[in-house]
Nanobody, 116 residues
Framework: VQVVESGGGVVQPGGSLRLSCAAS????????MSWHRQAPGKARELVAG????????NYAGSVSGRFTISRDDGKNMVYLQMNNLKPEDTAIYYC??????????WGPGTQVTVSS
């Protein structure tokens, strides 16, 4: 299993970013996938998960209504559309296999900084 995240950056509060995760080395379409994040000094936490076949999604309460997870099985990609970003969304964002709990090794992550 290999994943590489991209799309992070610096954005002002209220702004948007779209994160991408390129996956390889496994039968992507058969796996549930998820996004997690780790803020400075805090434990890594689940942000959103998506079932194989896009048959279900789950979101952390803090991002529900603002973030949308999606996948493209033809491209082995997972996305996280983040709208109305807040300073507390500042973190390194990671994708992984699994719907609630990470099941594989971590990729390098992508840094998201929300600041005015």
């Amino acid at each position: 299993v290999q994943v590489v995240e991209s799309g992070g950056g610096v954005v002002q509060p209220g702004g948007s970013l779209r994160l991408s995760c390129a996956a390889s080395g496994f039968a992507f379409s058969k796996y549930d996938m998820s996004w997690h994040r780790q803020a400075p000094g805090k434990a890594r936490e689940l942000v959103a998960g998506i079932l194989s076949g896009s048959t279900g999604r789950n979101y952390a309460g803090s991002v529900s209504g603002r973030f949308t997870i999606s996948r493209d099985d033809g491209k082995n990609m997972v996305y996280l559309q983040m709208n109305n970003l807040k300073p507390e969304d500042t973190a390194i964002y990671y994708c992984n296999t699994g719907y609630y709990r990470p099941e594989s090794t971590w990729g390098p992550g992508t840094q998201v900084t929300v600041s005015s």
